[in-house]
């Protein structure tokens, strides 16, 4: 009941976060040349390929209402951080833009990759072009805090570049070669490092200092570590109606998700027949043995509970940014229910 | 002889902007982790690919010297500029990485470029990392015209993505297809852009108002678009002793320059002759007659006189910027040396 509250809430703070970005987001990705823009809305699912408007989703808006959320709680107003927050999430899709090429990821929200549509040049270059309206709304932005946000930023978009490099590099070593540490900051760097940004963005425009930035930043890591965690468990025992992703999709694409590493690295019996499995191709049936073998493994048990214990961290990260954790309870929805989302 | 007086003034400007950002951009750089950094020193041909450090260049420097010199021009101090120099010439090279990328282009500064060597997604990784450097070096200068700075090279960030992306679609058009008033665009887009905002910054750094720096960026982009069609000239009839590449490389790319265009568009004999010859396979004597159908069609001499002509302009607006053009001995200079380089 409590958590049917809770993602209601979560789900009124996503829509008033949506509303607040849309029409900054609108404008900047309005104000590109042409061609570019085609891409760009075509991406966000404002635009079918041919230009006719779409009425797709541009994500969950997860990052901006962090941003929003983040501000209030530290007492800073919402309004202020929407220019900031759709910064936010500018960086966010152009990541987004770049990994799809880089992945050669076929689908993205329910449609076919930009980069299948309208090439990889232009992908690659409609993320450079969403990086820079980024950095041309906080040069825009009067606010006293939109300098300190673009360095943030700047620092975070650095770390989601090493945490995209260290995946790549991941998928060209052999599975049982990779550690669940090297595992876990690639994930914290490529997952919990923007939704961290987005937290400290929304501190800075509340005028928060620099630890109760910092901490802000930090609940936003952990929790994005625990929702990294669950997105993997979804993409091994997640229910294809809701993923719209096949079951085991990152099981049959090899993927070294965190339940799998984790699985590799038991020294089990089941830990050898999965490393066996993930050296071939992976018809169907390899799927299902695969999910099993992580099961056996301890690699399921063990991303539950590092799921648990990093919400943990986060909550006790954001008591420390915000000691009455009553004026937090936006942020605490929004991650319970990033990481509740779909199981 | 006073062309040797300004090739050596030049130089001696080119170096002093050398000696000024290495610094930094070898610590910016230097703060990339490994992997990252690996690809970027090898990119700005510092070290090797396999990491040992190499006596390559990292280009010439001329947008660095146009900052500071442009800065000094207006009289502000050229060393405050070296951060911002440092970031222009970040985004430089962020163009280049991505640009290489999407051309598929084997060469940079006489060695192999950075995708063939560490793979495409490194490529466009580290470019990404590169721009960010560039804002983070923004984001941490105390200099009041940082924040401007910053929004000025986003503006122009989406500028070069326009012109690279009208670049492209050229290459996708039939030949005849392509008009000179939208080469021209492109060209200004993809190379004037960056020029002229490397005077702008400087323009800014030294405290000039909204006009003086406007004049400034036009200078710069005048300036680019003779550089550039310069650079279309020497890819046709240059040297190859000189410039790398074996003579009529353009041409033999089927590369759409303003000479071509020019040419295929005067209506004559000879643009029919060439717009055969760009239909097919190029062999080496169909390199040297699509040559000479560009020089007989009119292409050759356009480009010089739009050249000479697109410099007078320059000079007309740096006036603009500094009625006192003796001030601005430096920023001719440059000018001259960039348009003059290889003939």
């Avoid at 770390?159 to 052999?174: T, V």
């Avoid at 993409?235 to 096949?246: F, L």
């Avoid at 071939?280 to 043995?289: I, L, Q």
């Amino acid at each position: 009941m409590s958590e049917t509250v809770e993602g209601r809430e979560a789900l009124a703070l996503l829509e008033r976060a949506r509303a607040a970005v849309d029409p900054g987001l609108r404008t900047a990705l309005g104000s590109l040349p042409g061609p570019m823009r085609r891409v760009a809305l075509y991406h966000f699912g404002w635009e079918n390929a041919d230009g006719s408007p779409a009425a797709g989703s541009a994500g969950k808006a997860i990052r901006p209402a962090l941003v929003m959320a983040a501000a209030e709680a530290l007492g800073g107003d919402p309004a202020a951080v929407a220019g900031a927050a759709a910064a936010v999430e500018l960086v966010h899709n152009f990541t987004l833009l770049h990994d799809d090429v880089i992945d050669e990821d076929p689908t993205r929200r329910h449609r076919p990759t930009a980069w299948t549509v309208f090439g990889t040049p232009d992908a690659i270059i409609v993320g450079d072009a969403m990086l820079a309206l980024a950095y041309r709304l906080l040069a825009h932005d009067p606010h006293p805090a939109a300098g300190a946000a673009a360095g943030r930023i700047a620092e975070c978009v650095i770390e989601l570049c090493a945490g995209q490099q260290a995946d790549c590099a991941f998928e060209e070593r052999p599975p049982e070669d990779v550690s669940l540490e090297e595992c876990l900051a690639m994930a914290t760097a490529k997952t919990g490092a923007l939704l961290g940004c987005a937290c400290a963005v929304g501190a800075l425009y509340a005028g928060a200092g620099e630890a109760e930035t910092a901490a802000m930043d930090a609940f936003g890591r952990e929790a994005g570590l625990a929702f990294q965690l669950i997105d993997d468990l979804i993409g091994i025992w997640g229910d294809p109606g809701r993923t719209g992703k096949p079951a085991g999709a990152d099981l049959a694409a090899h993927k070294k998700s965190l339940p799998v590493v984790a699985a590799l690295g038991s020294g089990t019996a089941a830990a050898a027949e999965l490393a066996l499995l993930y050296r071939g191709h992976m018809s169907p049936g390899a799927v299902a043995r695969a999910a099993d073998a992580v099961d056996r493994a301890g690699g399921r048990d063990w991303a539950q509970l590092q799921a648990a214990d990093r919400m943990a961290r986060a909550v006790h990260e954001l008591s420390r940014a915000v000691p009455d954790l009553a004026a937090a309870g936006d942020l605490l929805s929004l991650a319970e229910f990033v990481t509740r989302r779909s199981r």
